[in-house]
């Protein structure tokens, strides 16, 4: 099969196909022939060697594959055989034309769906849904989404519309901010613009939510525009930090920063229902751009240059 391989750290060019053994199912696992695999903003710094994680090199990065299902390792689940299905991979082995996974971990893709969008929503959906839920979004509040037109951000402006909240999306650049209003956010501010934040002020004065998926100084800043019974959330840290807010800070003002607790059963059941309200048509993945395996490195590139928007996948087949 094709592959791509992590050998060292470094820039995207690091990123490189090659031709490697066919991995085999084991007892309790599947093989799946990937059609398309993740791509998610943290595994550009996990490659870059400042990322979050430690990884052990060598390695085919890649945390989310969908596709068929061919082998089984245990006879038992012989009846998973040609089924569409979407899973993790257990933290890497997805940037390749096969992939290894454990059978309790699938999930089978709903008739009728896509299977670029069920691979889309399977790291984003759970997430937007565990961060939505998290901070128990109402009608009428002012919710700030930052990275509102990235993979998360996207989906978290149509949840909070369904909440019937009032949504003021945060993004980099104008096409990311036009994305946003075309998802219905009310107000679409650009937060790589100096006095952005003012701009938020004059339109909703203070804000009730802020899921910042930013970090650093979009985030601490996101922050000082809540009000008082204000909620935070942190999904993502695409300034390279976190917001770095104190619990002390926030009680001064007032805010609660909301920190999620999960289990793998949770996680579960939140991708289930991002699938399930994806297939009803309650929730629309936005796939940005799609890239052939063997130019991996041209979509890290593309992300980390941030001229992406929504999801980036790679089209394996």
């Known amino acids: 099969m094709r592959a791509v391989w992590l050998r060292e750290f470094g820039g995207p060019e690091v990123l490189v196909a090659e031709d490697t053994p066919d991995p085999v199912a084991g007892p309790g696992q599947v093989l799946i022939e990937v059609a398309f695999a993740n791509i998610t903003f943290v595994e550009t710094q996990i490659r870059a060697g400042a990322g979050p994680f430690k990884v052990e090199l060598p390695v085919i990065p890649g945390n989310g594959v969908g596709g068929v299902v061919t082998s089984v390792g245990t006879e038992a689940d012989r009846g998973l055989i040609g089924r569409r299905v979407v ?19 699938i999930f089978e893709v709903p008739d009728g769906m896509d299977l670029d969008s069920a691979v889309a929503l399977l790291a984003d959906g759970r997430t937007a849904m565990l961060m939505a839920g998290a901070v128990d979004l109402r009608g009428g509040e002012r919710v ?9 951000g996207t989906l978290l402006v149509q949840l909070a519309r369904a909440a019937g909240a009032e949504v003021v999306a945060a993004a980099g650049g104008t096409r990311k901010v036009g994305l946003a209003r075309d998802l219905g956010a009310e107000v679409a501010v650009d937060y790589r613009e100096p ?21 650093g100084a979009i985030g601490r800043s996101a922050f000082e525009l809540l009000g008082l019974g204000g909620r935070m959330i942190s999904f993502g840290l695409a300034s390279g930090e976190w917001a770095n807010i104190s619990d002390e800070a926030a009680a001064d003002r007032g805010v609660t920063l909301v920190r999620p607790v999960t289990t793998p059963e949770k996680m579960r059941s939140l991708t289930e229902r991002a699938l399930a309200e ?38 394996v087949r």
């Not at 899973?87 to 971990?105: M, W």
């Open 278 to 315: 994806a297939a009803a048509g309650r929730l629309r993945p936005v796939i940005g751009q799609r890239f052939p395996l063997d130019r991996a490195a041209e979509a890290h590139a593309a992300m980390q240059a941030r001229t992406t928007v929504g999801k980036t996948l790679l089209k």
């Open 144 to 152: 700030l989404v930052e990275a509102a037109a990235g993979g998360v």
């Open 87 to 105: 899973s993790g991979t257990g933290g890497s082995g997805g940037y390749a034309e096969l992939a290894v996974v454990d059978a309790g971990g």
């Open 195 to 215: 006095g952005w934040t003012e701009r938020v002020r004059e339109v909703v004065d203070e804000v009730d939510v802020v899921f910042d998926g930013v970090g």
